[in-house]
């Protein structure tokens, strides 16, 4: 989901992703579930970009794909969309980091089992 929100005072990012969902779509993410992926200095705003991914459970996913501020794109429709260069970018890394982090989990459960 792509989210734009302001940090408070001493507000981390992973504080203002939460706040954020949970203003806009009323859905509480345990903070131990957000993990920063990168971040920048954006000219244009003045200030930084904090890209981080938040891992939901089936049935937060259930519920946020009854909701109307939801709309779900497949990384394949990314390119079609009307985004900024930089906000496409952000996705790919982010989908690259996000699915590097699956397959490091997927292989520690198969080395435990």
């Known amino acids: 989901m792509l989210f ?15 706040r954020v969902l949970e203003k806009i779509l009323q859905v509480r993410i345990p903070l131990q579930h957000v993990y920063p992926i990168y971040d920048y200095a954006d000219s244009e705003i003045e200030g ?21 501020a939801v709309k779900w794109v497949a990384f394949k429709q990314i390119p079609k969309l009307k985004l900024s260069e930089q906000t496409k970018q952000d996705i790919i890394v982010g989908q690259r980091v996000i699915n590097l982090a699956n397959r490091l989990s997927e292989e520690k459960i198969q080395a435990t089992q």
Do not use: C, W
Request: proline letters at 6%; a positive charge; hydrophobic letters at 30%.
């Open 4 to 18: 734009r929100g302001k940090g408070h005072h001493k507000e981390t990012p992973a504080m203002v992703l939460q």
């Open 48 to 68: 930084n970009h904090f890209i981080t991914y938040a891992v939901v459970k089936d049935t937060m996913q259930k519920k946020l794909s009854r909701n109307p």
